[in-house]
């Protein structure tokens, strides 16, 4: 980790901003584990978090870090969606995706998925066969992010953004980078067209050294440690690796990176994300996220009755180690 890197001191900075008038935290969790798809290991990032807090977003894993054997990497099988965008960032490994409405890639470290589920998609996600026969190191994050109500039966759209596609910024010291992966911060803007505004980014921050992020009001935030250790919020609140702070209140994010850390993470880093809230009613289960329970339904007997689309004839696998 990580797979997208740059010497700090050669890109833009971002402005310079007082970290005394950041946002605070008003809640600091633990990510549980557990088991997604086909059994592969993630730590649910958002558990215990209120739903609201978390508007416009809906659910977020952090899948591995894990160090697969030969014949030990998963992925998902076929499965469907509605009503909500998926947003794929891979860190190490890779994964393969294909989906009923012709989109498909291969997302490599430092690359993002955006897939619009939109009216109903089908799709897998599963690792290429290279990787599941000789295993190897696996990272990534998956993030649900809700679509307002008027655009919840849109046509399903899939965009592949790799690594070279994203905007690099770096703290006004170059102590820290600033992957920006979708949306716009500090007028720096990702890849990728967002139905719902947000910004999104991989935040590395060298021992001892901090950042502050210029941050839109409208916007909550999020910031989620995937390694390290360190300080968030301009209380510079503690927090380390499997952990997220929902902060509040000012107009930009402090992160902060303790002076030593742990041999297996050189560096703190930060997943960032925050966006408009929607404010709208949630019905969410399983594949499916809609307003009303009644919308649910439809969306089960639309999947039941094939209206969310059909498994292409050239259908890839989840690949079996013979």
């Not at 109500?149 to 910024?169: F, H, M, N, T, W």
């Not at 050294?209 to 009001?217: C, G």
């Not at 709208?280 to 339904?297: D, I, N, Q, S, W």
Request: glycine residues 12%.
């Amino acid at each position: 980790m990580p797979a997208v890197t740059a010497d700090t001191l050669t890109l833009p900075r971002l402005t310079t901003l007082s970290a005394d008038t950041g946002r605070t935290v008003t809640s600091l969790t633990t990510a549980p584990r557990g088991f997604e798809g086909e059994g592969f290991p993630v730590h649910r990032a958002f558990a215990g978090v209120p739903m609201e807090k978390l508007d416009p977003f809906i659910h977020m894993d952090q899948m591995g870090e894990v160090e697969y054997g030969a014949g030990e990497p998963k992925g998902t099988p076929w499965h469907p969606h509605r009503g909500f965008e998926t947003f794929t960032y891979l860190i190490d490994g890779e994964f393969i995706h294909q989906d009923s409405n012709g989109g498909g890639g291969t997302i490599t470290p430092g690359g993002t998925q955006y897939m619009t589920a939109g009216d109903g998609i089908l799709h897998i996600e599963t690792p290429p066969a290279a990787l599941v026969e000789a295993g190897g190191l696996f990272h990534g994050l998956q993030l649900w992010i809700n679509l307002p109500r008027e655009k919840k039966r849109i046509a399903p759209q899939y965009q592949d953004l790799q690594g070279q596609d994203l905007s690099l910024v770096s703290s006004t010291d170059g102590g820290a980078l600033v992957r920006v992966l979708a949306g716009s911060i500090d007028g720096h803007s990702g890849p990728g067209i967002s139905h719902t505004p947000l910004a999104i980014a991989h935040i590395t921050v060298a021992p001892g050294a901090q950042v502050v992020v210029p941050w839109p009001a409208e916007f909550n935030a999020l910031a989620y440690a995937l390694a390290g250790s360190g300080a968030v919020g301009a209380e510079r609140r503690p927090f380390s690796s499997g952990q997220l702070a929902v902060l509040e209140q000012g107009d930009s994010i402090v992160i902060s990176a303790d002076d030593r850390q742990d041999s297996s993470s050189p560096n703190l880093e930060v997943f960032l994300l925050g966006g408009k809230p929607l404010r709208e009613p949630v019905a969410a289960y399983g594949p499916f996220v809609m307003c009303t329970k009644a919308e649910l339904v439809e969306a089960f007997e639309d999947y039941q009755a094939g209206r969310l689309g059909t498994i292409p004839s050239n259908a890839i696998q989840p690949h079996r180690v013979q």
